[in-house]
């Protein structure tokens, strides 16, 4: 795994709706569809090559759309304090 939850978030899964709160900054933050299909991938420790994979089969997306979409939505989610990228 390449990246980590981080540990100071509560979520709560919600009629197809995932909000998630950060103790850090007193944030809360929704996911739906495709985000709360990619943050059950993430908690699960599933490698991001692997989620553009199950996302490709998901929602019938083209590989190079899936691994944007993917590759976006972590960007998102980094940028906001959610996931930490390891170095390598």
Do not use: Q
Not at 23 to 34: A, D, E, H, L, P
Not at 37 to 48: E, G, M
């Amino acid at each position: 795994m390449n990246y980590s939850i981080k540990s100071d978030l509560s979520t709560r899964e919600l009629g197809g709706e995932l909000f998630i709160y950060c103790r850090k900054n007193s944030t809360i933050y929704s996911f739906n569809g495709t985000g709360v299909f990619i943050w059950n991938l993430l908690k699960n420790d599933v490698a991001i090559d692997e989620i553009s994979s199950r996302l490709c089969k998901e929602y019938d997306v083209s590989p190079d759309e899936a691994l944007e979409d993917v590759s976006n939505f972590l960007r998102n989610i980094e940028n906001n304090g959610l996931i930490a990228f390891k170095k390598e």
